[in-house]
């Protein structure tokens, strides 16, 4: 089978490409919100499916954890379940100290990273000498403390003088947004960028009518933090894992003796392995602090741990770009299910049931079958079918390069685009 | 610390059975994830929703079918044991077993399905189920009170298990069954029929789950509802780890392990609060394991390059 364009590597068809590509990505992540600034509805059947900014900000915060849970298990591959956890500790750092010492919600990250990466090393360190399976139910029991963590009333925090509880306002959970919103600056010219595409004809109609609201306003605003946060992030785990730091965790990956035996720091890099991880779940509570405004624990228990494990398998182990529809699965899966309220065959009462989990198990096991490297994979394998990507000397000898046939085992070799998969 | 506690035997003897009453229930989730690791060294995540899902069976056939408590456990345990099978030669024989990733995927997707699919049919509405054992206590001493539950619950689990190791080691299906834990392609090459050994291991272990289940579930302060088995199941798998994956007699030990932390440390040490019951359990865990890292009794695997 052979693609039906190729594109030699380097060329300019090949930059034009890359740039539409880029570009029909980038102009998706911008444009998506100002068209989804109130509520999009979508009608299939006779259920209707709404979309909220909420959704789609959520959603970034759940890339990034999603990230984080890659760089140990997919690039590192140590199986541990447990980042809900450090996801937790973020999101009660950040609503704390806005809360109760009102700081600003991004700056908080200056502390929620040192805590969170220094707190994962911590976890790392006995992940040291247990392994596979063991540290997976380890990892797994962590998952599941949080909730009783944030209920401590016995143990005081130095400096605050307040016990956890206290701090965390127990099993209430704690409210950040009545105390300290997000507010829109007055330089953002919304309405001006609003009428704008809602200028352009034809499309224009889908971007609403009229000004935004300062609701929307500061929605939007909200985004826009979220997804530089979030940027930010995959370009330093991009770097990080271009660099020798990540050639040296891929070979842990492969073989731990292996890569001691050719001179990988195994305590050293496994340890920052779980502290990177670590980082970015609590980057990841603190992106979701700063959406929600309101942070419970019993929303970082388990149930969260296995939400992190549906990203990961339904976008992919070792893709970036997996985490990005990772994200985006753990927040509309169950939302969609929710609005599912009628099927063809399907007894009434039976979808008002716990919808969403059967959904995410099915699709756990329907994608290990047959797509195991996740959708982003298979969305290459489909895209390889009509461009191909050749290397200039390849392209010269007239040979070409098969596209990928089979899939990839979950844990073996990357795909040989991995390279190309990190955006450059 | 409490020292009422140490100082008061009453007290002390109180503690030590809640602690056995809840290490019972948990040595009898851990078997059954022991039995499975022995057989595929895998850890199946669904084993509480299983569990749950055969006790469930047992209350419908004892409720709706009108059959005699006994019997309808009995029952169910076969029920199980036939669902485990399938799902097994569905599910799980087609990966392959040294990869762990994929498989634990596939059973982490088994728990969010039994649960939901428990949930759909029978809601989340608790309902109480049968006493099977005989209430009252069997021993009391001032406000020391073991109860005929704890005694028949820790009889069951000695029972379980000797019947199993009894099995493993006494019986043409057991050798087998060793055979493959020990070496997958030997004994693939000396005629053992694999694949059904590892769906024996498989049934096997959802009935001794079904069973646990069914006993944590008629203690009368109890009632059946579809999450009942999630948090035992992170104390089961605790006691399992703790016990040595590979060691049926260490799932025993165990299970009584954490359910004295859980109870019985947590109350020395008043410093430790109620909530932190799980914590502590998880934290004994890590200790043991990063002394010994295939638990108290499992076996040290070697690994080649």
């Known amino acids: 089978m052979s693609a039906r364009w190729t594109i030699v590597q380097g060329s300019p068809q090949h930059r034009i490409y890359r740039w539409v590509g880029w570009g029909s990505f980038v102009a998706a992540v911008l444009l998506i919100p100002l068209i989804v600034a109130d509520v999009a509805v979508i009608n299939i059947g006779s259920n209707s499916y709404k979309f909220t900014m909420s959704q789609l900000t959520l959603a970034t915060s759940w890339a990034v954890a999603v990230l984080g849970v890659q760089v140990i298990v997919g690039y590192t591959g140590q199986l541990t379940l447990g980042n ?9 750092l950040t609503a704390i100290l806005v809360a109760d010492y009102h700081w600003s919600y991004v700056s908080t990250l200056v502390v929620v990273l040192p805590i969170t990466f220094l707190l994962g090393m911590a976890i790392g360190l006995p992940a040291l000498r247990i392994r596979g399976l063991y540290l997976a139910l380890v990892t797994i029991s962590i998952a599941a403390l949080l909730p009783s963590f944030a209920k401590l009333d016995t143990i005081s925090i130095p400096f605050t003088g307040k016990t956890i509880s206290e701090l965390t306002n127990g099993s209430n959970g704690k409210d950040i947004k009545s105390i300290s919103k997000i507010k829109s600056p007055d330089w953002i010219p919304w309405d001006g960028i609003a009428g704008f595409f809602q200028g352009i004809p034809v499309v224009g109609k889908f971007f609403g009518e009229g000004g935004l609201s300062a609701r929307q306003e500061d929605t939007l605003y909200k985004y826009l933090i979220m997804l530089a946060i979030a940027v930010i992030a995959f370009w330093l785990v991009r770097n990080l894992l271009n660099s020798r730091v990540g050639r040296a965790l891929q070979a842990i990956r492969d073989n731990e003796t292996s890569a001691a035996v050719s001179g990988v720091d195994l305590a050293l890099y496994k340890t920052l392995a779980f502290g990177v991880s670590a980082a970015l779940a609590g980057v990841a509570g603190t992106m979701y602090a700063i959406d929600i405004g309101f942070v419970n624990s019993d929303d970082f228990g388990l149930f969260l741990a296995v939400n992190f494990v549906v990203g990961l398998v339904v976008g992919g182990v070792i893709n970036m770009w997996g985490a990005v529809v990772g994200g985006l699965a753990i927040v509309l899966i169950p939302s969609m299910a929710r609005s599912t309220q009628s099927v063809p065959l399907v007894k009434q009462s039976w979808l008002q049931g716990p919808v969403g989990p059967f959904v995410q198990g099915v699709l756990l096991i329907l994608l290990t079958f047959v797509l195991p490297g996740g959708i982003v994979y298979g969305i290459r394998r489909l895209r390889a079918r009509f461009v191909q990507v050749v290397p200039p000397e390849l392209a010269a000898k007239g040979e070409m390069e098969e596209p990928p046939e089979d899939y990839i085992p979950l844990m073996e070799e990357p795909p040989p685009e991995l390279s190309e998969s990190v955006p450059d | 610390m409490d020292f009422d506690l140490l100082t008061s035997p009453e007290l002390l003897l109180a503690r030590i059975f809640d602690g056995l009453n809840a290490g019972a229930v948990y040595a009898l989730v851990a078997v059954a994830l022991v039995l499975i690791f022995k057989a595929t060294t895998l850890i199946n995540f669904a084993q509480g929703e299983m569990a749950m899902f055969g006790a469930f069976l047992a ?20 029920l199980s044991a036939l669902g485990a099978a399938a799902i097994e030669r569905t599910l799980i024989r087609p990966f392959d077993p040294s990869d762990h990733l994929p498989l634990v995927i596939v059973t982490l997707g088994l728990l969010l399905i039994i649960g939901a699919v428990a949930g759909m049919i029978w809601k989340f509405d608790p309902r109480p189920f049968p006493e099977l054992f005989p209430s009252g206590s069997a021993f009391r001493l001032g406000i020391a009170n073991l109860r005929w539950y704890t005694v028949f619950t820790l009889a069951a689990a000695v029972a379980m298990m000797a019947l199993l190791q009894f099995l493993l080691s006494r019986t043409k299906i057991g050798l087998a069954f060793r055979a493959v834990s020990s070496n997958l392609e030997s004994s693939e090459l000396v005629g053992i029929r694999v694949g059904p050994t590892l769906q024996f291991g498989w049934a096997l272990a959802a009935a001794a789950g079904t069973f646990g289940a069914v006993i944590f579930v008629a203690d009368p302060v109890r009632q059946i509802e579809p999450s ?16 040595g994956l590979d060691s049926l007699w260490g799932a025993l030990v165990g299970g009584l392990i954490v359910g004295q932390v859980q109870t019985l440390l947590v109350n020395v040490f008043t410093f430790i609060p109620n909530e932190m019951a799980l914590a502590a359990a998880v934290f004994v865990l890590l200790v043991v394991l990063v002394a010994k890292p295939s638990g108290l009794f499992g076996t040290a695997r070697v690994e080649r390059v």
Do not use: D, K, N, Q
């Not at chain 1, 809900?84 to 009660?92: M, T």
């Not at chain 2, 419908?60 to 345990?77: D, F, K, N, Q, T």
């Not at chain 2, 009942?228 to 016990?243: D, E, K, N, T, Y």
């Open chain 2, 228 to 243: 009942i088995m999630l948090s035992v199941l992170i104390f089961a798998s605790a006691a399992a780890a703790l016990g």
């Open chain 2, 59 to 78: 209350y419908i056939g004892w409720s709706e079918w009108g059959l005699p408590m006994w019997i309808a456990v009995v029952v169910a345990m076969i």
């Open chain 1, 84 to 92: 809900s956890f450090f996801a937790g500790v973020g999101a009660y």
